[in-house]
């Protein structure tokens, strides 16, 4: 059963430079139960998509078309006050990336992750009994509740904000960057702890990242977003097997090897687009090691080549 479905989203910034189209026809869809990774560079729309979704675009920016179902529900077209009411940390929740700064520091642990079900009306006493059975949940003494922020390591504040995330029990959990600023092993421990709550709860998980390792420890399906727009889509297999679109092919072939013969990394020459005014065609074209003369004067469209297998790029035109 569809859980999310997003439909040609369009997430603008008006700034006074100029409108930055961070998301610009974005469409998916996730099934309940489901784990999907999102990957790109930095600056390609992940965590706009994210914030988009819990209905959070801070200003400039705002939605400037399409749609976002949540369970049935356009988010779109609701009030702010129903999505904070019916929405968001009720059917869909977020890790916010660095959770350095996703915690205030001025209050206490327990307090923090206690507010949402606080301000829906639950008993004192039972909202603190959960804060303690969430810390425990996601490894860490209840009596980690009585400490501020400043207090904890990095790999305790991650999970504290985890902890945060599935106070009111969402359906869905976006994971915007959950291992960044963490060392190795401390990463390993929270990618464990979120295959666990995934087999466990069966939550729909979206895990944002630039790191395609780490998103395929935990993802079914896999987007690939490339200058606000997703350029291939598929399953796990299907992206890391059969990679079909030039930019997913040389990012997997910047993945650092651990086996085999030592060679030198490779990457991708160029940078990303200005968002304001992106190039005609394909935005990818620019720095396509395929790239022929129609990618620069028509955009490709996402096309469906196998089952559940999407991909926009010339080269498979039919």
């Known amino acids: 059963m569809v859980l999310l479905e997003v439909s040609n989203l369009k997430t603008y910034f008006y700034t006074l430079r100029g409108i930055v189209k961070a998301v ?3 469409s998916l869809t996730l099934d309940r139960g489901q784990t999907l990774g999102i990957v790109g560079e930095s600056g390609c729309g992940k965590s706009t998509l994210a914030w988009s979704i819990m209905g959070l675009v801070p200003p400039p920016g705002r939605i400037a078309g ?4 949540i ?4 988010i779109t077209k609701m009030r702010e006050g129903d999505v904070r009411s019916k929405i968001r940390w009720k059917k869909v929740s977020m890790i916010f990336q660095g959770a350095m700064n996703a ?9 923090q992750i206690a507010e949402p079900l606080l301000y829906s009306g639950a008993p004192r006493d039972e909202a603190y009994a959960r804060v303690a059975e969430l810390l425990e949940m996601v490894g860490l003494d209840p009596k980690i509740g009585e400490r501020y922020p400043h207090e904890l390591s990095g790999g305790q504040k991650q999970r504290v904000v985890i902890a945060m995330a599935l106070i009111m029990e969402p359906d869905l959990v976006i994971a915007d960057e959950p291992t960044t600023a963490l060392d190795v092993v401390v990463q390993a421990q929270i990618l464990n702890l979120m295959k666990e709550l995934q087999r466990k709860k069966r939550r729909s998980i979206i895990i944002i990242s630039h790191d ?7 993802a079914e399906k896999i987007a690939v977003m490339y200058a606000g727009k997703i350029v291939e889509y598929g399953t796990a297999e299907q992206i890391f097997n059969n990679p079909m679109h030039p930019y997913t092919q040389a990012l997997i072939r910047a993945i650092p090897r651990l086996t085999g013969p030592v060679t030198k990394l490779e990457y991708i020459p160029g940078s990303p687009p200005d968002l304001r005014s992106p190039p005609p065609g394909c935005r990818f074209a620019p720095r396509c090691s395929k790239v022929m003369d129609i990618c620069r004067s028509e ?8 089952k559940d297998h999407f991909v926009a ?4 035109r039919r």
């Open 24 to 26: 610009d026809g974005v």
């Open 103 to 111: 915690l205030n520091p001025v209050y206490k642990v327990a307090d």
């Open 71 to 74: 369970d049935g529900d356009d």
């Open 299 to 306: 955009e490709p469209v996402l096309e469906e080549l196998e």
């Open 66 to 69: 399409g749609s976002i179902k």
């Open 212 to 218: 395609l390792g780490v998103v395929s420890e935990l």
């Open 313 to 316: 790029c010339w080269l498979y």
